[in-house]
């Protein structure tokens, strides 16, 4: 099994409203990522855990928070989000932090802040 | 500080033509470079990737890319385009250190690929 699962692959929440992404995979890699992607822009780290535990954090708002609940999940915890939090949130993950490695990507879930 | 640039918004070339996409890098240190594909809409796939050894990486379908450490290159390569490559293109490198673990993308590339 070589697939990160990311859910949902849509959705649209309003600014007042609380959602959580999900990613999951069962490589037993031992670091996940955030991404998030602008149209038609790279994808930009949000946080990094590895081991279970958060290592970085891209001085991201708090509105976005992360939760690691074991070595195969992943969830982004989304509050008070803003119009301009739209874009496609991708889950990544990698054997270790062990830089000639690679990492592996969900599908990402398109997020619309209305 | 490490970073990669791809030159190109936008690449096209004809089906059955050979295809490059550019990119350049800049680093301290060794370079861990890497190659990833975006369809519409979805996420990115890993194509290939460079650590050390053999100039001339070889991915996943079909593709391969050639590290120039005269030229800080790293451009990808195929013989022989498909119209099914039609896609987005990331080269990346790895920043791995004390405080940091992320891969830093190259602006993209758009590949289009003509019947």
């Known amino acids: 099994d070589t697939e990160v699962t990311q859910t949902p692959k849509h959705l649209v929440m309003g600014m007042t409203n609380k959602k959580s992404l999900k990613c999951e995979q069962h490589?037993?890699?031992?670091?996940m990522y955030w991404y998030k992607q602008k149209a038609k822009k790279p994808p930009e780290l949000m946080f990094v855990?590895?081991?279970?535990?958060?290592?970085i954090n891209e001085s991201v708002p708090s509105r976005f928070s992360p939760e690691c609940p074991n070595s195969s999940l992943l969830n982004l915890h989304l509050h008070a989000l803003q119009p301009e939090d739209s874009a496609l949130y991708l889950c990544?993950?990698?054997?270790?932090?062990?830089?000639?490695?690679?990492?592996?990507f969900g599908q990402g879930t398109r997020l619309t802040v209305v | 500080a490490q970073s990669v640039a791809q030159p190109e918004d936008q690449v096209n070339v004809a089906e059955g033509n050979p295809l490059t996409v550019k990119c350049t890098y800049s680093?301290?240190?060794?370079?861990?470079l890497f190659w990833y594909v975006q369809y519409p809409n979805r996420g990115l796939q890993f194509l290939l990737k460079?650590?050390?050894?053999?100039?001339l990486v070889k991915g996943s379908y079909g593709f391969e890319a050639e590290f120039n450490k005269s030229q800080t290159s790293f451009h990808l390569k195929k013989p022989s385009a498909l119209v099914s490559d039609s896609a987005l293109y990331f080269c990346a490198v790895r920043d791995s250190g004390l405080y940091t673990d992320k891969l830093i993308f190259g602006t993209g590339t758009r590949l289009q690929v003509f019947p």
């Open positions: 490589m037993g890699h031992r670091a």
């Open positions: 855990y590895s081991y279970e535990k958060l290592s």
């Open positions: 990544a993950s990698s054997p270790g932090e062990e830089p000639n490695t690679e990492a592996f």
């Open positions: 460079y650590i050390t050894g053999d100039n």
């Open positions: 680093v301290s240190g060794n370079p861990y």
